[in-house]
Structure formats: C-alpha cells, structure tokens
C-alpha cells in the first residue's frame, strides 16, 4: 500500500514536496498534543511549534517558487572552457532542478553534435550500435523537477552487454561535453516515466527492436529546489574510498598502491573515477592494474562489475570507461579499450563476481 502511494506521488510529481509538509505537520501535532495535556507553557514545547511552522512555510515556499514556477528569472550558466578536464569531472554534479528556459539553440546543436561524434560505430568498445535520442517533453522524472529535455539512451533489445556499456560509456561523454558548455545533467534509471519516453519518441522507437536503458534530463540549473531534493543531494554526495575500488590482483584482494610507482602517474584518473557518477551512488565498478613481468610497467587496466545487475551495472561501468579515457588523454597517456579471453589475462577460473568486461590497454611505456 504505501509503495503504491509512493509511486503514485512519484509519477504526479507531489513526491518532492510532500515529505517537508508531512513532517511539518507531525511537528505541529506534536505541539497541539503538548498544548492539549496542559504542557505548553514549558518551553521545550515550543521547539516542534517552531520547527513545524518553519518546514511548513519551506513546503509552501517550494510549492510557489518550484511546483507553481512563480520565480524570479534566473541568469543564464556560463561555460566553462577554462576548466581542464580533471577539473571539469570533479565539477561536474548531478542537477535535480531546473530552470524553465529551454536549451537555446546553439546549444541544442551543439549537444546534437556531440551525440552524433560519440556513438559513431568506430568509437564504441562493442559491434551493436547504440543511439542518444533528444526529447523535449515535461516528462515526470524522479527525484529531478522542472526537467523538460532528456536525452535517451536506446541499446538493441538484444540483450547485449558491450552494447550496455557503450551507452554508459558514449552518455557520459556527451554529458562531460555537457558541462563544459554549462549545461547541466542528471543521470536517471527507474525514476522516469519510460511510456511517456516512448510516447515522445514519435516514431523513433520499435519495441521489437529496441530497449530504452535509460535517460539523462539536461538544461539549466535552478538554485530553487524543494528540501526534500536538497536532502537527497546531501545523502548521496559520498564515495568508497580508493581501497575499496582498485586493486593489484584479478581477485581485487589488495588494494592497489594508487600513490606509489608504477601506478603513481594515473593517479587523478583513480579519483576521477572514484568520483564517477552511478544508480545511487552504489559504485559497482572495480579496477584492477595488471603490470609485466618484472613489476616496473603497466600494461592495462581491467575493469570488473561488482554486482549481477544487467543493466545499471554496465552503464556504471561504461561511465567509468568514459572518465578513465578522458582522464588518460589528458595526461598525455595513449591506450585503447579491448575485451580480451581469459586465456589472454590468464583467469581461467575466475568468479562469477566480480564480473570482467573490458580493459583499458596502454599503447606505450607509460613512465
């Protein structure tokens, strides 16, 4: 019953709003209760009064400025073509409101190009094709408001794991791209209204052909938001630490010295993933280095999920991909992604989990 309510609320896009209100009244409750069995003069009582009128008149404000957009008009976002590319992943942070201003077109064109370079077949890790599609449509998306553009992520309805992880791995590249022109993003699995994308599509989706993956709401951010979307933020602005995420053995038993040599000189990737966006923040993505013989060289990088999930797992992992290579090519450092057989990295009995996919393989001796 009260995941029916849950959803429900979700898909007429009162969920953002309507917890501040409830605890606001439970608040007032509380204080009535106190007034009613005669305890009100205490003033331990008048704590819930105040605390209840003040997230009331929060749940009213976010309804007019956020729900109902009775807001100032807010300043377009610069770009940030001064960022280098470390920089510009670190700043890069989901956006759960947006402004109601369309993209303007320039930037509509832009992003589209970005889109067409990104999921050309000889940039992708697999053989399926993969497409970014742009909707524009008032879409109901969890937990983002004011959202009205999307970007979806289409894969063969085949299923096809490369193909999965070319979608992480193309999306977020065009979402980096993103960024940098001063667009905002957010990553969005189950919360969006998968009928309403399809219905919008117009013609650019067969069900017998095609799977959507997910989606990425885009345009520009609002300083207004609802405190419920604020807590939200607040809650799933953690990461694991680097010792939980890369390793020095297939097992991923030891936790690789990301500090010392040979690994030192992809330092800022590690943490540039570690960073990377994932379904609720759950991080799924391991790394392993693998060096020669002798110990003094890498050669690759492999990359394993941690859980069996079929879908967000992959995406995580082509998310992590995307921000290895851009890291990579900004340190000057040349490698290529491959899927190799376990004769080739020597696991022949390896776990069912954590799950190889790909590795990163170094083109030259990276010093």
């Known amino acids: 019953m009260v995941l029916r309510v849950k ?19 439970a608040f007032l409750a509380l204080s009535a209760m106190g007034a009613l069995i005669g305890t009100w003069r205490i003033p331990l009582f008048w704590l819930p009064f105040g605390i209840g009128a003040l997230l009331l008149a929060v749940a009213a404000f976010d309804l007019i400025t956020v729900k109902m ?4 008009r807010e300043p377009m976002p610069r ?35 970005a889109i067409r370079d990104h999921t050309r077949p000889d940039h992708l890790i697999g053989t399926s ?36 992880i070319d979608v992480g791995r193309s999306l977020h590249k065009v979402v980096l791209h993103a960024t940098r022109m001063g667009v905002a993003t957010c990553w969005i699995g189950p919360g969006a209204d998968q009928t309403g994308i399809v219905t919008h599509l117009d013609g650019r989706f067969d069900p017998c052909e095609d799977h959507v993956v997910c989606v990425c709401a885009l345009g520009y951010r609002s300083h207004f938001k609802p405190l ?30 990301v500090d010392a040599p040979p690994f030192s000189p992809f330092e800022r990737c590690y943490e540039a993933c570690r960073w990377s966006p994932s379904t609720l923040n ?18 690759r990088f492999d990359f394993y999920a941690a859980t069996a999930s079929r879908y967000y797992a992959p995406v995580a992992l082509g998310i992590w991909c995307a921000t290895w290579e ?23 009995d390896a776990p069912a989990l954590p799950r190889y996919d790909v590795s990163w393989i170094a083109d030259s001796v990276v010093a």
């Open 7 to 25: 959803v429900r609320l979700q898909w007429t896009g009162w969920l953002q709003y309507l917890p501040t209100a409830v605890v606001a009244v």
């Open 69 to 72: 957009g009775l807001r100032p």
């Open 79 to 113: 770009r940030r073509d001064d960022l280098d590319s470390f920089d510009l992943i670190h700043s890069r942070r989901s956006c759960r409101s947006f402004q109601r201003r369309d993209l303007t077109s320039a930037d509509r064109e832009e992003l589209m190009r």
């Open 129 to 164: 094709p993969i497409r970014l599609e742009y909707v524009a449509a008032p879409l109901t998306a969890w937990p983002a408001v004011g959202v009205h553009e999307f970007i979806v992520a289409i894969a063969p309805r085949d299923y096809d794991r490369l193909a999965i």
């Open 228 to 257: 419920t979307v604020r807590a939200i933020e607040r809650m799933q602005h953690r990461r694991l630490p680097m010792t939980s995420l890369f390793f020095a053995d297939s097992r991923l038993r030891r936790p690789l010295a």
């Open 282 to 299: 759950s991080q799924t993505t391991r790394c392993a280095a693998v060096t020669d013989e002798a110990g003094r060289t890498v050669t």
């Open 326 to 348: 851009t890291g990579c090519d900004a340190l000057g450092i040349k490698g290529h992604f491959q899927v190799l057989s376990p004769d080739d990295r020597g696991a022949h």
